[in-house]
């Protein structure tokens, strides 16, 4: 008999599921039989989402209860099960081994956050599923399929968002160990951004900005340096900050990662320690990618906009995205400026706002983050992406029936 549990709703509790439960395999072979008798399926993480992506009006499942493992080879690492950042990291460290980035947050499961695109800063790092070189994938039938470099349907299966079955396994490319010192600065004048955005954002390894769109007190620059020092945003009028750090509206409470010192990588580049609740919450988030190129020309269009969605922000982050080759990345063979807002936790509110921000952005080719909220008709979001009939055929290739399709997928691929 295989365990269930309440499905619950998403980290932020603005979607509850529709699955009235989640049924939790122990194994391998209970989550073939799940995925084989199932009509429709889906697979619940770590549920920091904030739209329907990962829910099924049919049956949920999860990898919670499955043994997690983890196995370094050379520069290589296989991640078995619902592993997360914060595990993952401290044993590559160990081993003297390091990934090349990490979000924000080290909270979210390494399966769930490749299959979405989820990222972490600076102008030449790719998102986290640019390190993957395999994906283990369970299909409708219940078999299980490994998928490599070599075979072509990889730049689908790499950054899937779980439409070709539950991934039960990624394996990751590796580099030595690195140390990374960061601070955070106000102070650097809105103007000195707008002016060369991509200067600011690409003088460390990885760089953060903040800001509320029009109070400078609240504007805040975030850099991260594998090099020892971050005294450049000095030279802009960057003064550090201290213990008492607020991004834009929300302000902290002992929970952000060290500044002012050198630490291990997974130590510094999150911006919230892996030993402590990142916030309670209670938000809503949206993200857009834009071609860098075109960061002046975008940040000046949402500054126009921006009183329309003043009383709804909380703070609004800007990061960078190296170009890669998966399908249905938003930095598909375009580095990208993502602009991405924290919201009040008002779904109605948040809602009415964004077509404002996606008007804005609809001249620069915008795409929407997978996982966050955005009102985007699933025909706009196609067009930006050149790929997207290709990596349907993939999808009808490995699905047939349908099994891991779901409301999002289809307002996405399209009937």
Do not use: C
């Amino acid at each position: 008999m295989i365990d269930t549990r309440a499905a619950g709703t998403t980290w932020s509790g603005n979607h509850r599921y529709r699955a009235p439960e989640v049924l939790l395999p122990a194994d391998a072979d209970e989550l073939a039989e799940v995925v084989a008798s199932a009509d429709l399926l889906r697979v619940q993480a770590t549920r920091h989402t904030f739209n329907d992506i990962a829910d099924s009006e049919g049956t949920l499942v999860s990898l919670e209860r499955m043994p997690t493992r983890i196995a370094i080879d050379g520069d290589r690492v296989r991640v078995e099960g619902l592993v997360t950042f914060a595990e993952l990291a401290p044993v590559l460290e160990a081993e003297g081994r390091a990934l090349h980035n990490l979000g924000s947050l080290p909270h979210i499961s390494v399966t769930g956050a490749t299959a979405t695109g989820t990222h972490g800063s600076g102008v030449t790092n790719g998102n986290l599923s640019s390190a993957l070189t395999a994906v283990e994938i369970v299909d409708a039938d219940g078999t299980t399929h490994r998928i490599d470099h070599d075979d072509p349907r990889f730049p689908a299966a790499a950054l899937s968002l779980g439409a070709l079955g539950v991934i039960t396994a990624v394996e990751l490319r590796t580099e030595p160990t690195y140390a990374v010192t960061q601070q955070a600065y106000t102070g650097v004048a809105w103007d000195d951004i707008a002016a060369d955005p991509i200067a600011v954002l690409g003088g460390a390894r990885s760089v953060s900005i903040f800001t509320t769109w029009g109070d400078p007190a609240h504007d805040l620059v975030w850099a991260k340096s594998d090099t020892g020092t971050t005294g450049w945003v000095e030279e802009l009028g960057g003064r550090p900050v201290g213990d008492d750090i607020h991004l834009g509206r929300i302000r902290t409470v002992d929970n952000t990662t060290p500044r002012g010192s050198s630490g291990p990588w997974h130590t510094r580049l999150p911006h919230f320690r892996a030993d402590a609740l990142p916030s309670d919450g209670d938000e809503i988030q949206s993200e857009y990618f834009v071609p860098l190129a075109h960061a002046a020309e975008a940040l000046a269009a949402v500054r126009a906009v921006a009183p329309s969605f003043d009383a709804q922000l909380l703070v609004t982050e800007l990061r960078t995205v190296a170009a890669d080759e998966l399908w249905l990345s938003p930095a598909y063979r375009r580095d990208v400026l993502a602009i991405h807002f924290t919201w009040r936790n008002d779904t109605d509110g948040v809602l009415s706002v964004l077509p404002h921000i996606e008007a804005a952005l609809a001249p620069f080719d915008a795409r929407p983050h997978w996982g966050k909220a955005y009102t985007m008709p699933g025909d706009r979001v196609r067009a930006t992406l050149p790929r997207a009939q290709e990596f349907k055929d993939v999808v009808r290739q490995a699905d047939p029936r349908g099994v891991f399709r779901n409301t999002y997928l289809r307002g996405v691929l399209g009937p």
